[in-house]
């Protein structure tokens, strides 16, 4: 990781930290599960319907991870100016066929020894414009204690600053089912998050954590209204 993302992705982290505890590709094609490694039975061919089905015509904006359904745009994970990173590996991805969507979910497996915190999401060297962009869905699943509180960051504006949500507040609970999440951007809007300016849409952060629990992430784009 260059250092000026490392800093902007540590400062990000470890802020939705702190406060917790104390342009785009056109994609009109049908959707492509073709690299998914074979994790999806042959005598099941069919992905299950999206909880927010697309529709042909509709803006739904994908980030290139997180997300296998129908979108009109996409921003792309180029590893140059748009970039997902993992805080010093704290977790381990995969993938699992329990999932809202798609032929799998995201799955995120904490690491050890125990970190000070545990982190990962994405990271833009040039800023995007998604002010026309209204409300965000990402949906979560987890039982495991290390993911009973956390932080969804968005950050923006230069020099970076964080505007981070808790997904209790919109109807996630540590109860080994999903939740699909409805979460009005201005909601960020009004923790001083500058959609004209987005260095990040995504981060999800908490502290410390037990090697091998599991959140399991799916389902994320924003919509407008």
Not at 52 to 79: C, H, M, V, W
Not at 168 to 175: I, K, L, P, Q, S
Not at 208 to 218: E, F, M, S
């Amino acid at each position: 990781m260059r250092p000026q993302l490392r800093m902007l992705f540590c400062a990000a982290l470890a802020c939705a930290v702190g406060h917790l505890f104390g342009c785009a590709e056109v994609a009109g094609d049908p959707p492509d599960y073709s690299d998914q490694l074979g994790l999806v039975p042959e005598d099941d061919p069919t992905p299950p319907p999206d909880p927010n089905p697309y529709q042909t015509g509709d803006a739904r904006l994908a980030f290139g991870k997180f997300y296998e359904g129908g979108r009109s745009e996409t921003i792309s994970i180029n590893g140059v100016t748009t970039n997902y990173f993992v805080f010093e590996e704290s977790f381990a991805e995969g993938a699992s066929k329990d999932q809202l969507e798609g032929r799998v979910s995201d799955e995120i497996t904490l690491k050890g020894p125990p970190f000070t915190f545990w982190g990962g999401g994405f990271v833009y060297d040039v800023p995007f414009d998604l002010s026309e962009w209204t409300t965000m869905y990402v949906g979560f699943k987890s039982s495991d204690r290390s993911f009973a509180s956390f932080t969804i960051t968005l950050q923006s504006g230069e020099p970076p600053t964080d505007a981070r949500l808790n997904p209790t507040a919109y109807g996630y609970t540590n109860d080994g089912e999903w939740h699909f999440l409805e979460i009005p951007l201005q909601d960020a809007i009004d923790r001083g998050f500058d959609p004209t300016m987005v260095r990040s849409p995504f981060i999800v952060a908490a502290p410390g954590g037990t090697a091998g629990d599991v959140l399991l992430v799916d389902s994320l784009y924003f919509t407008k209204d």
